[in-house]
């Protein structure tokens, strides 16, 4: 048994800001008033606001304490399938708080938001390079939004068509909102099962396209980390029945700078700035998620699009068969810079560079592996592996028991019960970051923990065991929510 | 998880490919899911029901069960009217897991032709599919 990475250590608890709370205590000092005060409008008054009084001490020990109970991708490896968890390099932070950026106001007119838009316009033209397609909206706030933005186009584009369709493909190895976002769109999603080889049949999809179907959602690499090889061939189906190919690219990391999405079908695909172009997530936001398009759609990209004319930037809305705003002001201006600056670090070698490094770390781990932890598909793979609890489950011990053994060697689990398509799925997605010594380390952790399933079931039932909270109760937290504060 | 060996299948229900069973009980039939589609699921935190009323083809989908980890659809083992939800489930879930073919059933459904339910599988057709 090799020395864990996970150790005790003290560790401070901390009360609800409610509790920590007294009247009178205050966080900071208003200054001198210089105006006449001025009675509020009863109307606008309430007696049942609950915000506790804090002084600046209480705020910064509650939230530095808090963040000691912590794992990010800064503390340790983090490979979480299909998230892309990869580090974010400081320099984009340091981009991103230039008082020139940081302090842009949304409503500054064009001539004094030059520098913003220039870096909206070169960002949208960078994306369009890497990914191979026409032209790319900044707006769609998230993943999920560049989705339903790309599912509005194929809407609009059918519309304009005068014959709109009422159908979406989505296979079994789609992304979970893919699904969703069709939906949300007014169309009925028509699921289709993966082949034997975790991949689309060509036969499978030419069974169900017809004429009523507005085209196809592809996550491509597929949430097997599987590589759809006979893209090009479903775009070919789906295209001679005047469907439009819709690319989930959230698993973009496997292929910056390697695949031409426009050459293999596709129409339609988004982004995910704070997965494969290193923007921080995780936190809950913001996201980025912009979406980019074929000639044929680009009339439908929503309002404003930023225009370079007579060498200046302006906001165009003038363009009639556009979808409208997603987004307020400029969209996630924040996250954009970040991306901008990682994009001109990393330069175009560098991003291919990253997107080979991905592949071969999750192929190595895969490789390193499959002797242990079944692998449902054993061919190689992308930037991510899917092994399962099969060879573990006749001892008793699930995915989920192995994923909170993980914390105590200290390492955050992978992502687990993903795809559906893998009973007891365990998706792992080391991405570029980790070094192979990292790398090595995980996998000994888990082989390990392979060992402790069959010598010692129980352990992996009580894990983890270093953590400051052990195993949660989540079945509990879901029946019946107790949301304080 | 549960070896196939310990899992409860009752011989007076029918069973479907899906992992529903379903009992006669003298012209309205109970429906719910198996042991082995608990066991599977994992620890179940929400039934989602249909309305009482409302009439299903076999096949059609006619709520949801969420579980700590996937949500998945159920499915109408026969033809039928809803004539009653397992309303308890709405605070106790959690009967699903414990007694998936008692306090854990369903919705009670008046069939539209009788003859279906004959068509289901029974334990030792069922127990046969698990053993794949």
Request: hydrophobic content about 35%.
């Amino acid at each position: 048994m090799t020395e864990k990475m996970g150790t005790t250590g003290l560790i401070l608890k901390e009360k609800l800001l409610w509790e920590r709370g007294k009247t009178g205590r205050e966080g900071f000092s208003f200054p001198r008033q210089d105006v006449d005060q001025t009675p509020m409008d009863p109307e606008f008054a309430r007696d049942d606001l609950d915000i506790p009084d804090l002084s600046e001490v209480d705020v910064i020990r509650h939230f530095t304490r808090l963040s000691t109970w912590n794992f990010g991708v800064d503390t340790g490896m983090y490979p979480l399938g299909s998230c892309t968890m990869k580090y974010n390099p400081k320099t984009n932070e340091r981009q991103a708080s230039l008082p020139g950026f940081a302090g842009a106001h949304p409503l500054l007119p064009e001539s004094l938001s030059q520098g913003a838009l220039e870096l909206m316009y070169n960002l949208e033209r960078y994306l369009a390079e890497i990914t191979g397609m026409d032209a790319v909206s900044l707006q769609p706030a998230a993943g999920a939004h560049g989705e339903l933005a790309g599912m509005l186009l194929i809407y609009a584009y059918h519309k304009s068509k005068g014959n709109q369709r009422h159908k979406i493909i989505i296979p079994d190895t789609a992304h979970g909102t893919n699904p969703a976002s069709a939906a949300l769109c007014g169309y009925t999603p028509v699921p289709v099962k993966s082949n034997e080889r975790g991949v689309l049949s060509t036969e499978d999809i030419a069974a169900v396209m017809d004429d009523d179907t507005a085209g196809i959602m592809v996550t491509n690499p597929n949430t097997l980390g599987l590589f759809e090889e006979n893209m090009k061939e479903v775009a070919d189906i789906v295209h001679a029945k005047g469907g439009l190919v819709y690319g989930d690219g959230a698993n973009m990391n496997a292929v910056m700078g390697i695949i031409d999405m426009k050459e293999i079908g596709i129409d339609v695909l988004h982004l995910n700035l704070h997965k494969t172009f290193s923007t921080p997530h995780g936190g809950g936001g913001p996201g980025s998620g912009p979406v980019c398009v074929n000639k044929i759609l680009e009339p439908f990209l929503p309002v404003p699009r930023v225009e370079k004319k007579d060498g200046k930037f302006r906001l165009q809305y003038n363009r009639p068969d556009a979808i409208g705003r997603l987004m307020t002001f400029h969209g996630h201006f924040g996250i954009m810079v970040r991306a901008y600056s990682y994009i001109l670090s990393m330069g175009p070698d560098g991003l291919k560079k990253a997107s080979q490094l991905a592949v071969l770390n999750a192929n190595y781990i895969k490789e390193k592996l499959k002797d242990i932890y079944h692998l449902p598909f054993d061919r190689p793979c992308m930037h991510e592996c899917v092994f399962s609890d099969k060879h573990q489950s006749g001892n008793k011990v699930s995915t989920l028991d192995i994923a909170k053994r993980l914390l105590d060697y200290g390492f955050h689990p992978p992502t687990v019960y993903f795809p559906l398509v893998v009973s007891g799925a365990i998706m792992i997605e080391p991405t570029e970051t980790e070094c192979k010594d990292d790398i090595d380390q995980f996998i000994q952790a888990m082989r390990d923990i392979a060992g402790e399933a069959k010598e010692n079931p129980e352990l992996l039932h009580k894990s983890p065991e270093k953590t400051k909270v052990s195993r949660l109760d989540e079945a509990a937290a879901a029946r019946k929510p107790c949301l304080a504060g | 998880m549960k070896e196939i060996s310990e899992m409860k299948l009752p011989d007076n229900v029918k069973y479907t490919d899906d992992h529903e069973w379903a009992k006669d009980e003298g012209g309205n039939v109970k429906i719910g899911i198996t042991d082995y589609a608990q066991d599977q699921l994992g620890d179940i935190v929400f039934v989602e029901m249909p309305e009482v009323g409302a009439t299903y083809e076999k096949g059609d989908e006619f709520g949801t069960v969420e579980s700590v980890k996937a949500v998945s659809e159920l499915f109408m083992p026969i033809c039928g009217e809803i004539v009653a939800i397992n309303e308890g489930l709405e605070d106790a879930p959690e009967q699903v897991n414990s007694d998936p073919y008692d306090g854990g059933w369903m919705i009670s459904v008046k069939p539209s032709d009788t003859g279906e339910l004959d068509a289901l599988m029974d334990k030792a057709a069922y127990l046969d599919m698990l053993k794949g």
